[in-house]
């Protein structure tokens, strides 16, 4: 079982990414799943979602301009990054937790900000 991010890139400021966040070899539906990013050297909360998607919460620095979703079918959470700025180029990453405690994070996708 693993998780795979994809999305990121060189993007200019003001620009959009949409990153994935993949499940491989089990049901992503069961779990709670939270972005997270990291500039340098300390991981911070970028943005969760529940399970079953009816619940959302983003970091101040974040709110009005991304959006996590997710599709269950597709077994895939998304985070869509909406006017970016330089502050916003980090290694992001997707953390899926289940309700028993088993946690499992994703390699990481690298987001650079910059003209």
């Known amino acids: 079982a693993r998780l795979v991010e994809s999305g990121g890139g060189l993007v200019h400021p003001g620009g959009s990414l949409t990153l994935s966040c993949a499940a491989s070899?089990?049901?992503?539906?069961?779990?709670?799943v939270t972005w997270y990013r990291q500039p340098r050297w300390e991981r911070d909360l970028v943005a969760g979602i529940?399970?079953?998607?009816?619940?959302?919460n983003y970091a101040d620095s974040v709110k009005g301009r991304f959006i996590i979703s997710r599709d269950n079918n597709a077994n895939r959470v998304f985070l869509q990054m909406n006017n970016l700025k330089p502050d916003d180029s980090a290694i992001y990453y997707c953390?899926?937790?289940?309700?028993?405690?088993?946690?499992?994070w994703g390699q990481g996708t690298q987001v650079t900000v910059s003209s």
């Open positions: 953390k899926a937790d289940a309700e028993d405690g088993y946690v499992l």
């Open positions: 529940t399970s079953t998607g009816d619940s959302t």
């Open positions: 070899a089990f049901d992503l539906s069961g779990f709670a």
